[in-house]
Structures are given as C-alpha cells and as structure tokens.
C-alpha cells in the first residue's frame, strides 16, 4: 500500500573546470512528521482561539502572549493585537516581571510539572478581579511555551467570606445565651439563695436555654430550607381562617396595639405548607409588636391577584430605612440604631421567613417608611383547580 510523504527538496548545479553546467545534485528530508505537527499546532492554535476559557499562551523565555482564547479577551477587553505587544506581567499588578520570572523558574527548569498561583488580572478599564492561576510547561513546534489557565475566584472568595462571617456571627450568638446560663448555674452551685431568689435564678436559666434551642432550631432549619432538603409538602389552605387563627394567638399579646384583619369576603385556597406558614405569619405579627413599642393598629390582610393570594402583616412602628431594607432578610442582620438596640432577637427570623415563602413558591417584598412604619407583603400560589 502506497503512503504519501510530505518532503523538502533542495537542489543544487555544479560546474566544470570551464565554468559550464555539468549536472544537478539534489538532496530531499521527509518533513512529514514536521508537516504533521505543524498542521497539529495550528489547529490547536483555532480551537484556543474560539474558546470562552480563559487561557494564555506564554513564551517561556520573554513571558510575551503569543496566543489567547476569545474568552479571555473578552473578559480584558483587549484585542489578539494589543495583547501580543504584552508579556502575562502585564496583567498581573501583584507581579514585577522579574518577581514573576522567579515563580516560573522551577516550572522552566522542569522542577515542577505544573505550577498554582493566586493573583489578580486587570482588565483593560483598570479594574481587577481574583484569579487562580493554573500553568504549565511545555513545548510547540520546538518553542517553549507556558500555558495558562485563569480561573475567576470572585465568587469562591465572596461564599468564604460569607461562611466566616457566618460562623463569626453564630459564634456570638450562641455565646450570648451561654454567658447567662453559667452564669447563673455558677451562683447557684456556690450560694444556696433563699427558695424565692433560686426560683427567680432558675427560670432566668430556662429561658436562655429556650432562646439557645430556639436558636439552634433556626439554624437548622434556614440550612434544610436553603439546602431545599426535605421540601415541605403542599396542601390546601383557606387563608381567611388562617389568617383569623394568629389574630386570635395575638389578641392578648400586648395591651398597646389594636390587630384588625383586612380580607373581604371567602378567598380561592391557596397552596403552601400550613406548618411553615403559621410560622411566617407568627414571625412577622411579632416582629411588628416588638418594632413598634409605642403601639399602633397591626393589620394582617389578604386578597387575590390573578393566581395567587397576597397577604401582607403592617404595623406603624419605627420603619426600616432604604438601605436596610435590602439587608433585613439576611441571616443575623439587624438594624443598628440605638432603638433596635433594646429589642431582643437572633436576627434569623426574616430569613427564616424568605425561606420558608421561597420554598412554597412565593414572593416576598417589605414596604417601608421611617418613623411610619413597615407592611411585609408575600404571596403564594392557588391551588390547582381553585375557583378564581
């Protein structure tokens, strides 16, 4: 069977003593394992070009980028042009040329097949976002190249910020109640108190342990809801009577507020978890005791609008400022003035309310003006097959 090759002829005339033509001598090199990797390189070089990955290709000796994927320049804003009259330094502002020559220098010296960094890269317009920098040795076409893979770690940073700002914000809270509870178990293991003072100690003790269990409950059930593990089941709920049920738990709760229901009229059923919307309703009519300590009217209501129900809890308390009604749904977030200060509370019961409407396929928005008071509005789904 007959293969083709693909080969580089050269040739050559010699001349005799009388300076004429006395013949050619031609020399021919197989260059098909040339040819082979060239054709192999450049379509590598198309595939890197078309790519949305962040990828560079450096040369190993000057750091120039001598090639980069479409995502990349994307993402600087900088056209193949531009790019290579720069060498990879010149993305990275944490790194010199010569500093960033020292960090490659075991991956060029082949002590070390691949190389980590964490950095920055600056866009075209100066700004600059974390990277991890993935690079490795290697060569094309006999050239040393350093290729790069960068890979965005913004968000990566932002959730281990977050969870250390969790665990920060959960280890005070748990501390807060603890402190009390030694405190008092202390008093009580060194003085034997009179039989009315130890009472006065002991319930001081229960009531921190239920703030701490009613803690940890919130903790672990914001971490199922937002894991969405073990999603309540839906059910058919009259809104009306459930609504008139917490007016009834609350008619007694404070001797300063008036609580009057707003809901004309039957409502279609709606679809939710009763369990979990008990729990919205109960958070939100106390919050709006505790948020309005000068008393007031607070008002639960309810009306359809297309297919859902929305139902909102208003009071005419202190209000919540623009800036922190962006805030307030967030886990342990509370308004820092000095009167939220004096009122109690873990921070996580609007967060448990977002989650638990969240999970029932609702909505929820707050309506808020300082010094008149705040109305929490959420809504859910009718029932299949409800009567509009």
């Avoid at 971490?223 to 009306?240: C, D, G, S, V």
């Avoid at 738990?249 to 609580?259: N, R, V």
């Avoid at 109305?375 to 509009?388: H, M, N, R, S, V």
Wanted: glycine share 8%; with cysteine.
């Amino acid at each position: 069977m007959l293969e083709s090759r693909h080969v580089f002829f050269h040739k050559a005339l010699f001349f005799d003593s009388q300076s004429n033509v006395a013949g050619i001598v031609g020399t021919m090199l197989d260059i098909t394992e040339l040819k082979q990797a060239q054709q192999l390189a450049s379509r590598f070089g198309r595939i890197l070009d078309s790519s949305l990955e962040e990828i560079y290709m450096v040369d190993a000796n000057w750091l120039n980028l001598i090639r980069t994927t479409l995502g990349s320049r994307k993402n600087l804003g900088y056209t193949q042009g531009e790019l290579s009259r720069m060498t990879i330094a010149d993305l990275l502002p944490e790194f010199s040329f010569e500093l960033l020559q020292q960090h490659l220098q075991p991956l060029c010296t082949n002590q070390q097949q691949t190389l980590v960094l964490t950095s920055e890269i600056q866009r075209k317009n100066g700004s600059c976002y974390p990277v991890e920098l993935h690079l490795q040795h290697t060569e094309i076409e006999g050239d040393a190249v350093i290729v790069v893979m960068a890979q965005d770690i913004t968000e990566r940073i932002k959730l281990e910020r977050l969870k250390n700002e969790m665990l920060s914000m959960v280890s005070h809270e748990l501390r807060t109640p603890l402190t009390g509870m030694l405190g008092f178990a202390e008093y009580l293991l060194e003085n034997d108190p009179p039989a009315e003072q130890r009472i006065d100690c002991l319930q001081t003790l229960y009531k921190e342990t239920r703030k701490l269990q009613e803690l940890i409950d919130n903790l672990l059930n914001l971490q199922r809801l937002k894991e969405r593990q073990n999603a309540p089941p839906a059910e058919r709920i009259n809104m009306r009577e459930l609504l008139e049920e917490v007016l009834h738990l609350f008619s007694h709760a404070s001797e300063k507020h008036c609580l009057q229901l707003e809901c004309q009229g039957q409502l279609p059923q709606l679809s939710g978890n009763l369990n979990h919307l008990m729990q919205v309703l109960k958070n939100l009519v106390s919050n709006a005791i505790k948020y309005s300590p000068a008393g007031g009217t607070i008002t639960l209501g309810a009306k359809q609008q297309g297919q859902t129900i929305r139902v909102w809890v208003s009071d005419e308390g202190m209000g919540i400022s623009e800036q922190d009604q962006q805030l307030i749904f967030d886990h342990f977030y509370r308004v820092d003035n000095g009167d939220n200060r004096l009122i109690g509370g873990t921070g996580l019961g609007l967060a448990l309310v977002k989650e638990m409407v969240l999970a029932q396929g609702g909505t929820l928005a707050v309506e808020s003006t300082l010094g008149e008071g705040s109305c929490f509005i959420f809504t859910l789904p009718l029932a299949q097959g409800a009567k509009e």
